[in-house]
């Protein structure tokens, strides 16, 4: 792929001014509360870096990363992601039975049937939930986030549930110098609920994909492939995808970067981060690091992300939040919503 073509912006972008005039009088979806939960292993880079030959500080200067959260054998992530959806069940006061839709995104499902979402909704007690799984790499909890909202909007669920969990450790070479120290375990969610019309707090959300340089970040089908890594290209792709779905979010909101509060990115790598927040010049107060701790934990890491900001008093109703994600294949998007229930 030429050089000058990771600086032009994605084939397929449109504008979407005229969803945004229609979402002001349509009903509309919110998000009502989140939750997390990692597994119980903290592994550190000490333990990495006997493995690939390397130490904490070359780590830690290439990713922004000290310590992440593994699995044991004995864990099943829809354990982990079930810790994640009580945890925000509970803050939005709604029992598992209301849920009318569990969305799940994750490349790591425990089994391939049933799906996650359904065994998630089993776990939980959400019998009479409509479950769907989603996978769509890292990307994943944002491209669900969009399926659960326009479901809520067109009327067939009041109450859904999203979820982004992944157990990357598990596809991970533990021994590869360009994946092991990146990858980690852990699980996000967040609940949705139906709004009056025109009192919709969830915005656009974009969605992107570009498969035709699958090689830079790749997992094969037979059992036993583990996640292939161009490291170069991957960081290039992220960064100038992630900067430009983040104008193109904005822009369909009809805000400005300045309007928005909150910049909830996924942490696949500090470095990435950091560089996106200089391109767009973003405040670093508004742009939640929070890597240095869990890794790179695939669809997990923006609902993550989300509850970092939640404890830290970032997050509150009413606070505008950009949430953008890049992952394998490749799949990108962005999204804004204001946080909180329409009465927040």
Request: net charge negative; proline share 3%.
């Amino acid at each position: 792929m030429p050089e000058d073509a990771l600086l032009q912006p994605a084939a397929g972008a449109a504008p979407a001014a005229h969803a945004l005039a229609a979402a002001r009088t349509a009903r509309g979806a919110a998000v009502l509360s989140v939750g997390a939960s990692l597994p119980r292993r903290a592994v550190s880079n000490e333990e990495i870096a006997a493995r690939i030959g390397k130490t904490d500080e070359w780590i830690y200067t290439r990713t922004g990363i000290r310590e992440r959260r593994h699995a044991g054998p004995e864990e099943r992530l829809v354990a982990i992601a079930g810790a994640a959806s009580r945890d925000a069940l509970e803050r939005a006061g709604i029992a598992a039975a209301e849920l009318d839709l569990v969305v799940v995104g994750t490349l790591t499902a425990d089994d391939r049937m049933p799906n996650a979402a359904a065994a998630l909704a089993h776990e939980l007690g959400a019998a009479g939930a409509a479950t769907i799984e989603i996978n769509a790499a890292c990307s994943g909890f944002l491209t669900a986030l969009s399926v659960a909202t326009a479901q809520v909007e067109a009327g067939r669920a009041e109450r859904a549930l999203v979820v982004g969990a992944d157990f990357i450790s598990r596809i991970t070479d533990p021994d590869s110098k360009l994946t092991a120290m990146l990858f980690a375990d852990g699980a996000g969610a967040v609940v949705l609920g139906a709004t009056p019309a025109g009192a919709g707090r969830i915005g656009p959300v974009l969605l992107r994909a570009d498969a035709t340089s699958p090689e830079y970040l790749y997992l094969g089908n037979a059992d036993g492939s583990t996640i292939e890594m161009d490291g170069h290209e991957t960081f290039k792709h992220a960064v100038n995808r992630m900067a430009e779905i983040t104008r193109e979010v904005v822009d369909a909101a009809g805000l400005t970067l300045g309007e928005i509060d909150l910049f909830v990115y996924h942490q696949a790598n500090a470095r990435i981060v950091k560089a996106v927040g200089e391109r767009l010049e973003l405040d670093e107060a508004r742009v939640v690091d929070c890597i240095e701790r869990i890794g790179n934990m695939s669809a997990a890491s923006v609902p993550y992300a989300l509850d970092v900001a939640r404890q830290d008093g970032r997050l509150r109703d009413g606070a505008r939040v950009l949430m953008s994600a890049f992952g394998g294949g490749f799949t990108w998007g962005g999204a804004v919503v204001e946080w909180g229930p329409a009465n927040g």
